[in-house]
């Protein structure tokens, strides 16, 4: 759970006509700016866990897009339904990564929450982001590229109002960034293909 840090021009509303698509624009911009060499493996790390509604957005994305990226043998998806990345084992894992993977560049995935005008929103932002803020807990920064869904109202009472998020919300939004990382790997490897 990241603190959001959304600004407007950074993201785009799930509920908006064609947000699959103008996000996977988005994305593919941002992993065409950040993704060269000398990286080589594609790491999209999925925090999150399915105990709290709220939370769960990056294990259902994680859940998703494992069973439809096997086919890329450079991307590797961490943080799913079975086999969730938290606060307990964030550090083991961001460790298994950089010792099992070679130069890998990481896309990090976690909900968020934020100003009540924004939930729905999703974004897609160059650095780490903040796993643990939106709780006020300190865990590791991760990731080269990260993207936030703001799943619903922060400035109090947080782990209360991640219980109380609406599923249907978070469902919507984990299809839509699915349906958007899906599009952004088959460009990347069209383009891969192109060039040998």
Known sequence: ?????????????????????EFSIMLSKYINMYYKPPFKELVILCIGTDRSTGDSLGPLVGHSL???IIKYDYVHVYG?????????????????????????FVL???ACLGKIDRVGY???NKGPLKPGAGVNKKL??????????????GGYMEYMVLQNTRLSLVMKMSDT????IKYSIWKINQEKLAFK
């Open 80 to 104: 799913t339904l079975d086999d969730p990345v938290h606060a307990k084992n964030l550090k083991e894992k961001m460790n298994h990564i950089y010792t099992s993977l070679e130069n890998p």
């Open 122 to 124: 999703i974004a897609v």
């Open 108 to 110: 990090a995935v976690d």
């Open 140 to 153: 590791p920064e991760v990731g080269d590229i990260h993207i936030t869904g703001i799943v619903n109202l």
């Open 177 to 180: 960034l699915v349906s958007s």
């Open 66 to 68: 494992i069973k439809s």
């Open 1 to 21: 759970m990241a603190l959001s840090n959304l600004q407007k021009n950074d993201s785009i509303n799930i509920n908006s006509p064609m947000a699959s698509v």
